[in-house]
Nanobody, 121 residues
Framework: QVQLVESGGGLGQPGGSLRLSCAASGSIFSIYAMGWYRQAPGKQRELVADIIRGGITNYADSVKGRFTISRDNAKNTVYLQMNSLKPEDTAVYYC???????????????WGQGTQVTVSS
């Protein structure tokens, strides 16, 4: 059983900052990539940022220069530092991990339950 538990969402002000965390636990052999997606009301879920085990990162154009993703491999944890927040960043943010549960299994995606981020004055 694999669990991804997110924390750090809430209310942020325009121009302010929030930091999200996501810890993966359970039967995990190896995590290839971890990332953050978001889904605003009436919109499709979209990639915000991801980071592979080697540290290579990828960002949506809408958050480049404002958000920073980082990862602690020893703790199976991924972080999303969100600066210069905008109202359009309001969404439910989901943690994602692409991982293997055993040495012999293929990698598969796992999701957290989501955490609400609201940017408003």
């Amino acid at each position: 059983q694999v669990q991804l538990v997110e924390s750090g969402g809430g209310l942020g002000q325009p121009g302010g900052s929030l930091r999200l965390s996501c810890a993966a636990s359970g039967s995990i052999f190896s995590i290839y990539a971890m990332g953050w997606y978001r889904q605003a009301p009436g919109k499709q879920r979209e990639l915000v940022a991801d980071i592979i085990r080697g540290g290579i990162t990828n960002y949506a154009d809408s958050v480049k220069g404002r958000f920073t993703i980082s990862r602690d491999n020893a703790k199976n944890t991924v972080y999303l530092q969100m600066n210069s927040l905008k109202p359009e960043d309001t969404a439910v943010y989901y943690c994602n991990a692409n991982l293997q549960v055993t040495r012999y299994s293929g990698s598969a995606p796992y999701w957290g339950q989501g955490t609400q981020v609201t940017v408003s004055s």
